[in-house]
């Protein structure tokens, strides 16, 4: 991989900070950094029958209401997450490998270079505006991941292990898109469905914790009732 891309990379830091979407999605991807978990015996909710694809009403692109450039896309079986970055910078600052050749005065050369490399480019005089566009699937319909719905609301099952499943709730609310989630806590011991599991590492900072909920399609209505997913994302419908 040419410089570029660890230059991009390092700028890529600075925009973390509009991300604030981002725990959510790793979460979705499996990719929590949190070591403490919320797991259920089964794909949620128990007694719901899965779907084989998302309504035509549901889908469409959704922005995020905190960063118009971190959007969610809905189709028939599939959820995609795309986050658009752009990076502003002088035709100087670029770096190149030894074994790459390129006329930094030629613009033509410059963007197809860095088309190759993944990058949309435009060039205003010595400045280079490149954007990128990074496009993660959260969500596949299939065994290990199935849809189900219960009234308005979609739950998503992630199967993790023989098991174990991670659930994460949608709900939709106008042309609004909210995404739930189970925080790791004691909080769960008050329904007599949850069994907790202490991990312990090498040492006490790398135990973690796992709430294991076997949940009744009664009792997965006490979780509803409860408000136990908790809405920590929120999408717009995107104005096409």
Known sequence: MVYIRLYFCKEITKFMNR???????????????NP??????????????????????LQG???SCNDSDDWITISENLILNTKRFEFRLHRNNLEFD??????????TELI????????????????????YLEVDTIFSISENQ????????????YKKDESSWEVSKLSFKHDSLFIGRITPSDTLLQFDF??????????????SVEYLLNPSRKGFKK?????AFIETACYCRRKL
Do not use: H, W
């Open 98 to 107: 030894s074994k790459t050749v390129i006329d930094r005065k030629n613009n």
């Open 194 to 207: 949850t069994v907790k599991n202490i991990q312990v590492g090498d040492t006490d900072s790398t135990s």
């Open 112 to 131: 197809e270079f860095l088309k190759n490399e993944g990058y949309s480019a435009t060039i205003f005089e010595d400045t280079i505006l490149a954007v």
């Open 223 to 227: 979780l509803l009732k409860k408000n």
């Open 146 to 157: 199935v849809l189900k719905k219960r009234r308005r609301d979609y739950f998503l099952s």
């Open 19 to 33: 991300l604030t979407q981002i725990v959510i999605l790793l979460l979705l991807l499996g990719c929590d950094e």
């Open 61 to 63: 692109a959704y922005v």
């Open 36 to 57: 403490d978990s919320v797991r259920f015996n089964m794909s949620q909710p128990v007694g719901a029958k899965s779907q084989k694809a998302f309504i035509q009403k």
